[in-house]
């Protein structure tokens, strides 16, 4: 079965530093979304892109994340400098076209020290 | 703004007893999606609801839209261990198409 992959699966890094993670979505489908989970807040969604063009990250702290899309098959999601209250789950999910399910990756456990 | 709120937001229930959640929605939706979340697992889609009072029914779960499209549910009859996880509804962020998350329903099943 087809499946969203994400990496890495676990992350624990100190405050400060740089943190980088990467999704393949599902070949074909061409939008992609970045969540963020937390026990206190949910489902945030922070990004989404739709034929790899950025369409909306009203939800993303600017001044410290950053996500794109270099090509159809990697999308990234990046933090600096990282803080420890982003330590959370990070999901990356991919769909085949608007309103359509959307597909969830494994997630990225990130904890911040 | 837009917010789309579930309740009740955790649940215990006896094998073989029944479970509801409910969603709803501050605004009109045109489409709602169910997912359920297993304890450390990922998101996974159950059902799309599009049509005002639509009904649809999987096994021993039934999903329901509200006439006005503002509302929700999801209802398991009697419930199994198998059962036991995290089920969220998604609303569409206005005509885009983010979704908003709902805040889940944390279903646990006492065997």
């Known amino acids: 079965d087809a499946r969203v992959t994400q990496t890495p699966r676990h992350k624990v890094t100190e405050m400060g530093q740089e943190v980088t993670m990467r999704c393949q979505p599902i070949?074909?489908?061409?939008?992609v979304f970045w969540y963020r989970q937390t026990m206190m807040q949910g489902l945030e969604l922070l990004a989404y892109?739709?034929?790899?063009?950025?369409?909306?990250d009203s939800g993303m702290p600017k001044d410290r994340f950053s996500a794109e899309m270099p090509d159809a098959t990697l999308a990234t999601l990046k933090i600096q400098p990282s803080e420890p209250r982003d330590s959370a789950v990070y999901f990356c999910?991919?769909?085949?076209?608007?309103?359509?399910?959307?597909?969830f990756g494994d997630g990225t456990r990130l904890s911040i020290l | 703004g837009q917010q789309v709120m579930q309740i009740p937001q955790y649940q215990h229930v006896q094998e073989g007893e029944d479970f509801t959640t409910y969603c709803n929605s501050s605004?009109?939706?045109?489409?709602i999606q169910w997912y359920k979340q297993r304890p450390g697992g990922h998101p996974v889609f159950l059902i799309q609801l599009v049509k005002s009072g639509e009904v649809k029914k999987q096994k021993r779960l039934t999903f329901q839209f509200g006439e006005a499209k503002k509302n929700s549910s999801l209802h398991i009859t009697a419930t199994q261990t198998t059962d036991v996880g995290t089920y969220f509804c998604?609303?569409?962020?206005?005509?885009?198409?983010?979704?908003?998350f709902g805040t889940g329903t944390s279903l646990t099943v006492i065997p």
């Open positions: 605004t009109t939706l045109s489409n």
């Open positions: 070949l074909g489908h061409n939008t």
């Open positions: 999910a991919s769909g085949p076209g608007n309103f359509q399910p959307q597909h």
């Open positions: 892109f739709r034929n790899r063009a950025p369409l909306d």
């Open positions: 998604a609303g569409p962020k206005g005509t885009g198409n983010q979704f908003y």
